[in-house]
C-alpha cells in the first residue's frame, strides 16, 4: 500500500533535475549566458563591470592655484606666507597642500601678435616692444615662442625657446595678414601650452576684434582654463574712441584675461606698450602658487568655482587678489 508514496518520492526528486538538465543543456547552447560559479572553490568568479549610469568615478587630483596680489595701485605684493591665504572651491574651504612663490617657477610664454590688417601701422612698434619685453623676462629656465595670428596662426619656426636671438628673428618675421582669427589664435596656443610644465602665460597683441575664427568665445575661454594659462591682454588703441574701434571684442578680453587670472591693459602708444610688458614681468615675479587637492563634492557640476582671500596682512582688505576662475572637472576634446 507505499507504492503511491515511493512514486511521489520518485516525481519529487526527478523534477529538479530535469530542470537542471534543461538549464546545462541551455547553457551548451548559449555559451555567452554561462556566468554561474566555477566548481573550484579556489577560483573566484570574475568581477562584473560596474553600470557606468550608475557608477561615481571620482579623479581627486592636485588642482593648481596661481595667485597674484596687487595693492590699491597695482603694484604687486611680495613676502606673503601660506598663513595668508584663504582658499575655496564652491564656497567650501580646501586645505593648502602646496605653496610655493613663484618667481623661480619656470615660465612658458606664448607670445601672440595680431598681424592683420587693421593693425599694420602699428606692427613695427609691436614688434620692437616684443623683443624688449622678452629680453626682460625671459631667463635660462624658461621658454617663449612666437605667434602670428591673422586670418590663420602660425607658430615661429624656432618653438618654445629661451634663446633671445631666435626669439628675436621670430618676431621679426611675423608678416601682416588680412583677417582676424583672434579666438583661433587662443584656442591653438591654450593647446600647445596644455602640455609643458610649471607656469603657463598667454600674451595677447591686439586691437581686439575677431573677424575670421572656425571656434568662438567660449571655445577659446575654455582651453585657455583647461590649459591652466593665464592670458595677459595688451589692447592696442591707436585713436581713441575711434569710430571703428571694437568694443565687443575688447570686453571679451577683459573678461577673458579676468576668467583666467591674467589682466589686460590698453595701449595707445609706444611708451604704454613698454609699460604694460613691464607690469607684466614684474607680477610673473611675485606670483604664488597654491595647490590643493579638492574635498568630496555633492554637486556633479561640471565647473568648480575657486575663491582665494588674504588674511592677516597690512590693508589686506584693501588687496585685490586674481587667479582663474575655476576649473572644469570633464576636459573637453
Known amino acids: 500500500m507505499r507504492k503511491p508514496a515511493t512514486i511521489l518520492l520518485l516525481i519529487g526528486l526527478l523534477v529538479p533535475m530535469c530542470g537542471l538538465w534543461a538549464q546545462q543543456d541551455s547553457l551548451r547552447q548559449n555559451p555567452a549566458q554561462q556566468n554561474y560559479a566555477p566548481q573550484n572553490p579556489a577560483q573566484k568568479a570574475p568581477a562584473q563591470e560596474p553600470d557606468p549610469a550608475t557608477t561615481i568615478r571620482v579623479d581627486v587630483k592636485l588642482v593648481n592655484v596661481f ?20 582658499l575655496k572651491e564652491d564656497d567650501r574651504e580646501q586645505t593648502i ?8 617657477l619656470p615660465l612658458s610664454i606664448a607670445l601672440a601678435i595680431d598681424t592683420s590688417l587693421s593693425t599694420r601701422h602699428d606692427l613695427p ?39 633671445l636671438k631666435r626669439i628675436d628673428e621670430s618676431i621679426d618675421h611675423i608678416r601682416v595678414g588680412a ?10 596656443v591654450s593647446r600647445a601650452l596644455d602640455h609643458r610644465k610649471g607656469r603657463k602665460v598667454i600674451v595677447l597683441i591686439t586691437d581686439g576684434g575677431d ?20 592670458v595677459y591682454s595688451v589692447i592696442i588703441v591707436p585713436i581713441e574712441n ?47 602658487l597654491l595647490a590643493y587637492y579638492p574635498s568630496q563634492h555633492t554637486s556633479f557640476s561640471e ?29 573637453s576634446e
Do not use: C, M
Not at 242 to 253: I, K, Q, Y
Not at 256 to 274: I, N, R
Open 242 to 288: 575711434s569710430a571703428g574701434r571694437e568694443t565687443g571684442g575688447e570686453h571679451a578680453l577683459i573678461q577673458l584675461s579676468e576668467d583666467t587670472g591674467g589682466k589686460y591693459y590698453y595701449a595707445t602708444s609706444a611708451a604704454q606698450l613698454d609699460e604694460a610688458f613691464h607690469k607684466i614681468s614684474d607680477e610673473l615675479r611675485t606670483q604664488y
Open 97 to 104: 597642500k602646496i605653496f610655493d612663490r613663484e618667481s623661480a
Open 303 to 331: 565647473f568648480r568655482r575657486i575663491g582665494v582671500q588674504v588674511v592677516g596682512a597690512p590693508d589686506a582688505t584693501a588687496y585685490k587678489v586674481r587667479h582663474r576662475a575655476g576649473y572644469y572637472t570633464v576636459k
Open 179 to 188: 583677417a582676424t582669427a583672434l579666438y583661433d589664435a587662443i584656442y591653438v
Open 125 to 163: 612698434l609691436e614688434q620692437a616692444s616684443a623683443k624688449r619685453f622678452a629680453h626682460d623676462i625671459v631667463r635660462p629656465v624658461d621658454a617663449l615662442s612666437v605667434y602670428g595670428f591673422s586670418e590663420t596662426v602660425y607658430e615661429s619656426h624656432a618653438g618654445y625657446t629661451p634663446d
Open 67 to 86: 595667485v597674484t596680489v596687487t595693492d590699491t595701485h597695482g603694484a604687486p605684493i611680495g613676502g606673503l606666507t601660506k598663513e595668508n591665504f584663504i
Open 211 to 230: 573677424t575670421f575664427s572656425k571656434v568662438d568665445y567660449t571655445q577659446a575661454v575654455r582651453a585657455a582654463v583647461e590649459a591652466e594659462a593665464l
